[in-house]
């Protein structure tokens, strides 16, 4: 796992309202992506987990 990935990540996530949890989730699934892998190895509770923040973040643009 990349740390100043996860760092940044979670920072900015949470700068931007998502649940401190949530963030660092999605953090360390970004932090650890491989580009050489399908899905750049993300399992699909992953990919949901990903989805939910990006669904969060969408939220608060509405807003």
């Known amino acids: 796992m ?4 996860y760092q940044a990540s979670l ?4 700068e931007n309202g998502v ?8 953090s360390a699934i970004v ?7 399908p ?4 399992t699909v509770e992953d990919q ?5 923040v990006v669904a969060h973040l969408n939220k608060g643009d509405e807003e």
Do not use: F, M, W, Y
Request: charged residues 20%; without cysteine; proline residues 6%.
């Open 11 to 14: 920072t900015v996530l949470t």
């Open 31 to 37: 932090a650890s992506d491989d580009p050489s892998l």
């Open 2 to 5: 990349n740390n100043h990935i």
């Open 48 to 52: 949901q987990a990903i989805a939910e």
């Open 19 to 26: 649940p401190e949890e949530l963030a660092k989730t999605a």
């Open 39 to 42: 899905s750049l190895g993300r």
